[in-house]
């Protein structure tokens, strides 16, 4: 008698259950597909940056870099780079804690002692004129130093500070 009861209880409690998870899929469906479709846009691995991050090497001067003086992080950015002058010049991006104006100098070749400044997260080929490199790369928030690294240019101020949000 008493299991049967139990029984009975047990099995109305699971309709009423079934009836409330049925009744709440609908709403909670469609509301959670939205969000989860929009934090998919957000966070999926390295979506494309809104932008590219343009580089003129030599456009504004014999050693300016023109470049953005910040730049949308967390996604994969895409590098357009030219070089607009007749001297060969090239591109770094280099994560590191020193000032802009201190990186480190290794004496016998006149080039960013690159071990000792910190961490470059993008490299170019050696650009002529008039040549163009497109590259990606993906960086978190933080400050970055955008510099030339023929030997003696970084010397000569062809540096600039990128900040990533
Ligand atoms: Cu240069």
């Known amino acids: 008698m008493l299991l049967k009861a139990r029984v009975l209880i047990v099995s109305l409690l699971l ?3 079934m009836a409330c998870g049925s009744e709440s899929t609908e709403p909670a469906e469609s509301s959670s597909s939205t969000s989860s479709s929009e934090t998919t846009a957000v966070s999926a691995a390295q979506p494309a940056c809104d932008a ?3 580089v003129e090497l030599a456009n504004d001067g014999p050693y300016a870099i023109t470049a953005p003086e910040s730049f949308q ?3 994969e950015m895409t590098l357009d780079i030219k ?3 007749v001297l060969v010049h090239n591109f770094r991006i280099l994560k590191t804690s020193l000032a802009l104006d201190a990186l480190p100098i290794d004496e ?3 080039m960013v002692d690159i071990e000792a400044a910190g961490e470059i997260l993008y490299s ?3 650009l002529e004129q008039d040549a163009t ?3 990606t790369v993906s960086l978190d928030s933080g400050e970055y130093v955008l510099f030339c690294n023929i ?3 970084y010397q000569l101020g062809m540096v600039k500070s990128l900040t990533v949000n």
């Open 52 to 54: 590219e991050l343009k």
């Open 83 to 85: 070089n607009y002058a």
């Open 108 to 110: 016998a070749t006149a």
């Open 15 to 17: 309709v009423a259950l």
């Open 73 to 75: 992080g967390n996604c």
């Open 151 to 153: 030997a003696g240019h």
């Open 133 to 135: 490199e497109t590259g």
């Open 124 to 126: 170019s080929g050696d």
